[in-house]
């Protein structure tokens, strides 16, 4: 698991809540259910009214998959295409048939299978590249839909302190309850900034990123599956694939590679 998004979302949550605490506050004092569920749960509705059914269905499995997701080391990933070229160029393409059930990464498997079954390589490209715009699309629309509520969240934050400042105008005859009644206003707007900008803003950009890294390893698994189904060298292969790599990842792949050869 990636932890990223848990420990930043965390730590900007208990930064807000220290600053409370060291300006003499209480944390207690903007855990306002009032004022969350109004921002919360009015900015969803707003961002379910801007999409389709489909895009607020997928909403459960776009979060977890921001906060959980495992971003598979491009390394790994080289390496067991490089040992899928060395088999198929040792024993020819129909000995990966064993071999695709242990294959863990699921564009990997189908691409071999697709392969395997004697895919013209032409068509093959095709299919995998479609699939790729395929995925980009579905990930866009899971992005758009966070983007969407980190946008509203401010506006419907300031539309709850209007409303919490309408009553307090009703009850000016009570002064000894306005400073309270004026703090909790704003509550709504404080919230409604800072779940935009630590919460919901960031999801959407950690799913964007996530949406490149697993297209930039599916581009990486297409061209393998290519070089593997043409019989090339598994040099050549690791050589190609690792120049797709960005720097720091092929460094660690030639540093892996390095390392297994001198075992």
């Not at 965390?10 to 903007?30: D, H, R």
């Not at 395997?116 to 790729?132: C, F, K, N, Q, S």
């Not at 306005?178 to 779940?195: D, E, M, R």
Request: charged content about 20%.
């Amino acid at each position: 698991m990636d932890l990223a998004s848990i420990i930043g979302v965390a730590l900007g949550l208990a930064i807000v809540f220290t600053v409370q605490i060291v300006e003499g506050g209480s944390p207690a004092s903007i855990m306002l259910w009032p004022s969350m569920l109004l921002v919360f749960g009015g900015g969803f509705a707003a961002a379910m009214a801007g999409g389709v059914m489909k895009d607020t269905k997928a909403f459960g499995e776009q979060l977890k998959k921001g906060f959980t997701k495992k971003v598979t080391p491009a390394a790994e990933l080289l390496d067991s295409v490089v040992k899928l070229a060395e088999r198929a160029r040792r024993e020819g393409l129909l000995a990966l048939e064993d071999a695709v059930k242990t294959v863990e990464h699921p564009f990997l498997k189908r691409g071999l299978q697709l392969a395997i079954d004697g895919t013209d390589p032409d068509e093959l490209h095709d299919i995998l590249h479609a699939e790729v715009g395929a995925k980009k699309k579905a990930d866009k629309a899971g992005v758009k839909f966070f983007e969407s509520w980190g946008g509203y969240a401010p506006t419907i934050g300031i539309i709850g302190t209007v409303m919490g400042l309408v009553l307090v105008m009703e009850n000016l005859d009570k002064p000894e309850t306005l400073g309270h009644s004026i703090a909790a206003a704003f509550c709504a707007t404080l919230w409604g900034v800072l779940s935009a900008n630590m919460i919901l803003l960031p999801m959407g950009a950690r799913l964007a990123r996530l949406s490149a890294i697993e297209a930039e390893e599916m581009e990486l698994v297409i061209d393998g599956v290519l070089a593997i189904q043409a019989g090339s060298n598994p040099r050549l292969v690791a050589q190609k694939l690792r120049s797709l790599l960005p720097p720091d990842e092929m460094k660690k792949a030639e540093m892996s590679s390095s390392n297994k050869k001198a075992a």
